[in-house]
Nanobody, 117 residues
Framework: QVQLVESGGGEVQPGESLRLSCAAS????????MGWYRQGPGKQREFVAT???????NYADSVKGRFTISRDNAKNTVYLQMNGLKPEDTAVYYC???????????WGKGTLVTVSS
């Protein structure tokens, strides 16, 4: 079992920054890809960014150039640096991890990010 716990959400004004963290525990050494998804008000959950163990990354077009995902394998933690936040970035952000063996998906409970003036 893997547990994922997000932190770092909050309310900011447009143009400001936030950094989200996701700490993995349990059998987290078996995680391959880790990443972030989000679900805005009245919307479906959508992909934001992902990073694999060797550091390769992928981003949704809507966040490219503004968000940066990073990972500390020693700490079993993944980060999402969010710059230039926009009101449309308002959402609950969920951490995701997928095991190397059997490709089992794990999710955190989410952290709320609100961008409002």
């Amino acid at each position: 079992q893997v547990q994922l716990v997000e932190s770092g959400g909050g309310e900011v004004q447009p143009g400001e920054s936030l950094r989200l963290s996701c700490a993995a525990s349990g059998s987290s050494f078996g995680l391959g890809a880790m990443g972030w998804y989000r679900q805005g008000p009245g919307k479906q959950r959508e992909f934001v960014a992902t990073i694999i163990r060797d550091g390769g990354t992928n981003y949704a077009d809507s966040v490219k150039g503004r968000f940066t995902i990073s990972r500390d394998n020693a700490k079993n933690t993944v980060y999402l640096q969010m710059n230039g936040l926009k009101p449309e970035d308002t959402a609950v952000y969920y951490c995701h991890g997928r095991t190397l063996v059997r490709a089992i998906d794990y999710w955190g409970k989410g952290t709320l990010v609100t961008v409002s003036s």
